[in-house]
């Protein structure tokens, strides 16, 4: 975050979050709602919405709660899912995705939410907030739902870029681990590099090396590496933070979304299937309903950008007010926290020699 949004905060009591109003699959009016859901909840919240003002503005003024608490910056322009990212660079200045993030660069906002298109965001993100010191590849960092006492483990990368090279992975590590340290209220996190199998010798190059870097930093940094873990691990306990590259990352988040759903859909079969298991579905229900919201990946949409010089949450494309809402959140408890700031430090306390 930039010395001027912290300022803005100090003066007001607020925590401002920029929003991508026209990036959803479910249009603005989805998002409109999500912002509903989380002013009502937190107070402290206050919106820009970015989009075209005669389209969002019936929408705000249709939200009581909205009333004095969101602005609308007028931004013709939309992103679609099939834009390429380098064209949007090109020419994007008109569109809402770009509005948004404009406003965490200048300082008016502490944090941008989009469900835009990924590749796009993470573009624009890494042109007009600049990367981190010492950061080569940005990484979306998501919280995957496991059976550690915190509900969640802390996967990286998930979808930012295909590629990373043993230095990448480390500093994935150590970002990871800050979040995990801040977010969820870790003191010594630990960390896992994602493999075919937990046998030091397996695996490809970059990842023993990776293994090496990671080993050696575990002290100064604060953290516990707990070595190479496997897929069944991303859930687990073993550890709270996976380190793996964005193709790896991306189709693990993406089976486990569709593998939820499918658990979700051959429960309602089985329940329907005779008068006595639709009994036994209402003799359930309070479980069932517990157990829904523990796997309901809504609750815990929103992938962050670490790496950069200020914060961006990243909203599934499908997500409904609900799954908005928790992006949100998630937005408003990286502003309060002030993490890009705790984020910067933990990357530029790298020895010289691994900083270059």
């Not at 107070?43 to 503005?57: N, S, T, V």
């Not at 003024?61 to 910056?73: A, N, Y």
């Not at 990842?207 to 604060?222: P, S, T, V």
């Not at 929103?302 to 494309?317: A, D, I, P, R, Y």
């Amino acid at each position: 975050m930039t010395a001027q949004t912290d300022q803005a905060e100090n003066q007001t009591g607020r925590i401002v979050i920029s929003v991508d109003a026209m990036g959803g699959d479910a249009g603005p009016a989805a998002v409109v709602a999500g912002c509903d859901v989380s002013a009502r909840k937190n107070p402290d919240i206050h919106f820009i919405l970015h989009g075209p003002e005669a389209e969002l503005k019936p929408l705000v003024d249709r939200r009581r709660v909205l009333d004095g608490r969101c602005d609308i910056r007028d931004a013709t322009g939309v992103v679609t899912m099939d834009d390429k990212p380098s064209h949007i660079v090109r020419n994007g200045k008109e569109t809402s995705m770009w509005s948004a993030i404009e406003a965490v660069r200048e300082g008016t906002a502490s944090v941008a939410v989009s469900c835009g298109n990924t590749g796009a965001l993470m573009a624009l993100s890494m042109i007009r907030l600049r990367k981190l010191p010492g950061v080569n590849r940005p990484a979306i960092a998501v919280l995957y739902p496991s059976s550690n006492p915190q509900g969640f483990n802390v996967l990286l990368d998930v979808g930012a870029d295909v590629r990373a090279d043993a230095d990448d992975l480390l500093r994935y590590a150590l970002m990871g681990m800050s979040y995990a340290r801040n977010g969820l209220d870790l003191p010594r996190p630990r960390v896992g590099l994602l493999n075919v199998g937990t046998e030091e010798h397996k695996g490809r190059t970059e990842l023993k090396e990776a293994y090496e870097l990671i080993r050696d930093q575990q002290d100064a940094a604060g953290f516990e590496f707990m070595g190479f873990v496997e897929g069944g691990d991303i859930s687990g306990d073993v550890c709270d933070v996976i380190v793996t590259d964005g193709f790896t990352g991306n189709v693990a988040i993406k089976t486990g979304e569709g593998t939820a759903s499918l658990v979700g859909s051959r429960l309602r079969e089985a329940f329907r299937y005779s008068p006595l298991s639709r009994l036994a579905s209402l003799l359930a229900y309070t479980s069932l309903h517990r157990l829904r919201r523990k796997i309901d990946p809504r609750r815990v949409n929103g992938g962050v950008f670490l790496g950069l010089n200020g914060t961006v949450v990243k909203s599934h494309g499908a997500a409904d007010a609900t799954g908005i809402s928790a992006a949100i959140k998630l937005a408003a408890q990286l502003a309060d926290i002030q993490f890009t700031d705790k984020l910067a430090a933990r990357v530029a306390a790298l020895p010289a020699e691994e900083n270059t």
